[in-house]
């Protein structure tokens, strides 16, 4: 099968799957981390409001009160619901995971801690939402209940998708540089398939004219170094693989 | 010479061990619990009530009140060892020692053995011989709830009120509790690089120590500077508390408790403290893990409360000038 | 020499990549740094209002109490409180109607009001009614509600670095993408047009020559499918009807001795990949196994795997012949795949042994194909370039493959990254007949002594180790140099910066260094020492070297201070290991008239690695009982001893048996 290519179209494949690679790494990259610190920053607030919500329900506690005896923590939970536009809702819950007090939207099909049940502190981001919580221990030790705040996971979403959006155009858009740099391939090989295309063609004119001396070379001069030495060393041999050619015609006449 | 008491100590303990642990399983009857009490209940009875309440936990509370007196407690014993009750509550280190003796005593001075034993409000269970030295094993039939938290938390509980460089302490030499509580808070101190300056009370008249004495002693203390004075497990300057916390607050000098009447009720400024009803319900829980979980006793740790209630008497506070932190302002109970 | 690098075209080629890989990624970053920056803004303005409500009622509550607002106390461990959440918190204040402060945490009041007063920047979007950006801080207020004399509010200042300081290592990920691939795609580049150009136009000129001296009976025999191919093809057919009917020309061609360049990159990466996350990962794998501590364990499974190598490189060279150098690579990589998936799904601690050992059999068999390459593909001209090509490749490697490899897991994790190192092993496996290429041996397939990997038998080590003088080069420096390597740079430095709170990427960062420095310093100081002359001096200034860079942690072993030790280290080594092969073989004459050089060094190579693979579990024993930092000054002083005691012994030493033994 003949497919006619030249080197500068390899080598210009291979640049560009070298700026693909590049490019995809790294919009990849760039993806995934902007989610992890964007999921820290969010995290971090939740903290705040976990381990402020924590001191008063342990002071409650301190005081031997049970969880839904502490006075005003849906007062408390309230507020710090009201306090922040992106929170949701906010859950206080025993450790068998009902809900004891509540603050915000409550989703009853969406209890994060249950599945985080053993765990002194937990976070989730995903498609089903965003939550983090701590566990709170009484004053013997033991397992008191939890908390768990709920972020709007549609903003998380909506933001997460927009920051991909924009990364991923500029990725398509940074592709983009694989035309010229192909063209530019192009360019500093493009006198090498000039050149070989000549050779070629000097050989042929030599092989039709089994090697007559009046050939004239119409020999390119190439810049690039094997393809220089190459060429001056064809021109060298020119002569001798004329002469070759003239003898192996005549010997054929002869032999005829 | 093989120690034959010990083992023979040991041998009774593990042929008594069917009988230690709770009938878990056997569910015929709520469990009947015999409670030996110094002056009636308590908020500690009630946290222990309520414990036991909540947690479902069937009992029979047979009250038996010794109403400060010692002498009461043989008759109670001895009912005790008829009816063989599934488990005793014993109040106070004094009834405690009554109820199951040294742990290094002979068996003829244990009363109690065999049957488990709760105790609550017990101060220093290792200093007054209820319970063996760590690295010992613990007593077979002997568990409780201990109020005072341990020495290191509470000088941490005192820097983390004002910077300490001295303690004051006033003591009654007489009492053996008071004086092992002043050495364990020298040890304690110098490892944190503070100084105790002590001062036994000294006898009066009488052959008793001297409640007229405290000014003075106050006064002496207070010209070496310390940051504030010490108010230990001491029956004496219990009794004369008040008298103590108005000599400090004219000399300037605020008082810290272990104990919670003395801020709740004196006019101590600060403490750190084991509510009542906190102990109450460590001991209802201690009762919970051997009567329904089936530990036995000596798998139940003696311990104190995991958190413990940082309290401040207001008043006294701004009258000093000695303003509480802030960082301890979210946790701290304050006493107006 | 330059002149001619930039005329040639592959060099143009590599710019240009260059500098599209340059603008591509620039592009790319910046976008990501802009659009991202306003979204973290906003959520640490969320954060400092909730903060400087907290300050603001804990404060309330405080006056409410009756405590005066002059006369709260504990006002900075507040401060301090907030900041173990976050570092970048710069301050904390209480400043009254007046601008006076009232109370000044974290900076002091002057510093805090130079902030306050300096002009906000343009509003930002994200910014709360009550704050601004001043002076690079994102400034929070709030009024207190109790303070009934004094109008006061409570001030909280974030360092704007805050947002900064994840942007920033994601800047510094994506330049070490940018410098992999710059690296990668010279050595793509350089290869593409060195088989496909060079190699060619050197085939032809074989072929022109014998032309042009009038005999027929060769022609080009690799003919490729592009224009050279082409003219190629044309002067085939001219060459064949020259040499008539009777004879039939022979085709030749060169070997792709450049491919061993990519193959020994291939092998190497694929094991460097995990090399930050490795002594966590093992720590995490054996804990637990009993009777063994875990932090010893560690030692013996990064060793295990030197250890292999050590012993399996000699017997995969007395196979060489046999089995010839493709299906040597072949299995070596298919060894080495499996190795690391096993590696990658290993439960315990001798799962892991297991699999780090038949990761070391892959190893040594792949490098003894890859030598054997080399070895049979040149002359002795060529012989050293060639070598040369494949270290090339291995220091390459040791660059990138650390440096990707912290990337990666940080995003994927560890165990995956064992995965992925998989996978390029078992690339290499697949590409290996693209880069060894069919052609036969250049130089035929007879193999003298010297020309595929050397065999070593018990008389050949007997013979070359009794020589004192290589005794002292081989213990002394060479295999020290190689216990440093693996006793320091693999197991104390990612273990000491994880405990140091760095995250996978920057222990990958700070490896890379190693081999940048050694890539970069290499050749200057291979010119240096020949210059000099003095190898063995080199050598010892080498090890010396290497070991005050390892004693800096006396000072305490920060970020800093290892960085400049694995910098230390690489200069160290680069200086040192060159200069180590040319000691050798100056004071082992006699040995190497008996048995070849090849072989002699192959007595060296065992002896350093076998040392080097104690390495680690000497290494994990001893910072077990003295701690990480202590065991580098440890590693550092003996390195330093070691050097300085080579200096001193080996001038009088050569005096005393250097004719009898070198010559």
Known sequence: MHIRTNLAAKMGMAVAMIILLAVVATTLLNALRFDQIYSQFIQRRLDVILADIRRDVVVGLDLGLPLNGIENLPAILARHERGDSEIVSITVHDCQGSPVATAGLVDASFSPWMSFSGQESWQLFSTAGVAAGRRVHDAFGQCAGGISVSYDAAEYRATLARTNRLLFGAGGLALLVIIPAMLAIHAIFRRRKAVFAALEADVDRLILARGADDVPDRLEHSDTDPDKALVESYRHARLALAHGLRGAADGGKSAS | ?336 | MSARLTRNAAFRAVLVTSLALLLALGFISYTALTETRAVLLAQLAQKAGLEVDQTARRVDHALELGIPLQGIVGFDRLFLGLQETDAEIAFLAIVAGDGSMLHAAGLDGAGIAAVLDAPPRETEAGLGPDQSMRAGHLVTRQALSNSRSVQADVVLGYRESAIDRPLRDNLLDVLIILLAVLLLSFEVLLLLFTVHAVLPARTALRVLRNVAHGTFNLVHGQILRDEMGRAMARLNQAVRIAAGRNMKPEEISEPRVIGVRLLAFLFVFAEELARPIMPAFFRQVAAGADGVPTDAAIGWVLGVHMLTVALVMPLASLYYERIGRRRMYVAGALLATAGLVGTGLAQGLWDLIAWRALSGCGYAITFTACQGFVLENTDRSKRSQGIAMMVGGIMLADICGPAIGGVLAGQIGARPTFLAGACMALLAALLVSVLMGRAPPRFGPRIAAGDAPARIGWTTIAETLRNPLLLLVLFLIAAPAKFLLSGYLYFLVPMRLSETGSDVAEIGRVLMVYGLVALLLGPVFARLADRMGRHALVAGAGGMIAGLGLSLAVFGAGLPVMLAGVAMLGIGQALSIPAQVSAAIDVSGAAIRHHGQGAVMAVMRLVERLVGGVGPIITATLAHHIGLEQAMVVLGIASLAMGSLFLLLFPPLMRLYGKEIAT
């Open chain 2, 1 to 336: 010479m093989i120690a034959r008491r010990p083992f023979l100590t040991g041998v009774g303990a593990a042929l008594a061990m069917p009988f230690l642990a709770g009938r878990a399983g056997a569910a015929a009857g709520p469990f009947r619990i015999h409670m030996l009490l110094w002056r009636g209940e308590t908020e500690v009875e009630q946290g222990f009530r309520a414990y036991l309440a909540e947690h479902q936990v069937p009992a029979e509370l047979m009250v038996r009140d010794c109403n400060r007196d010692l002498g009461r407690l043989p008759d109670f014993l001895a009912e005790i060892r008829r009816e063989r009750p599934d488990l005793v509550y014993s109040w106070g280190t004094g009834i405690t020692l009554g109820t199951v003796g040294r742990w290094d005593a002979p068996a003829e001075a244990q009363p109690i053995r065999d049957i488990p034993v709760v105790f609550a409000l017990v101060s220093a269970p290792v200093a007054t011989g209820i319970a063996p030295p760590g690295g010992q094993a613990p007593r077979a039939n002997v568990t409780g709830a201990v109020h005072v938290p341990p020495i290191p938390v509470q000088i941490a509980a005192m820097q983390a009120y004002l910077p300490l460089r001295r303690i004051a302490v006033i003591f009654n030499p007489a009492e053996a509790n008071s004086v092992s509580n002043v050495a364990e808070l020298r040890a304690a101190a110098s490892a944190v690089g503070v100084e105790v300056l002590q001062a036994p009370v000294p006898n009066g008249p009488d052959g008793r120590p001297d409640p007229a004495s405290i000014p003075r002693l106050v006064a002496e203390l207070a010209r070496q500077s310390p940051q504030l004075l010490y108010i230990g497990p001491d029956n004496f300057v219990g009794n004369h508390r008040d008298e103590l916390t108005a000599a400090g607050i004219a000399h300037g000098l605020p008082c810290f408790t272990a104990t919670e009447l003395e801020v709740r009720q004196g006019d101590a400024m600060f403490g750190l403290v084991s509510r009542y009803d906190m102990v109450g319900r460590l001991a209802a829980l201690k009762v919970k893990q051997i009567l329904v979980d089936g530990l036995v006793p000596s798998a139940v740790p003696i311990e104190t409360l995991d958190r413990f209630s940082f309290v401040i008497r207001l008043p006294v506070a701004l009258r000093l000038g000695l303003y509480p932190p802030l960082p301890i302002l979210d946790y701290a109970e304050i006493i107006r």
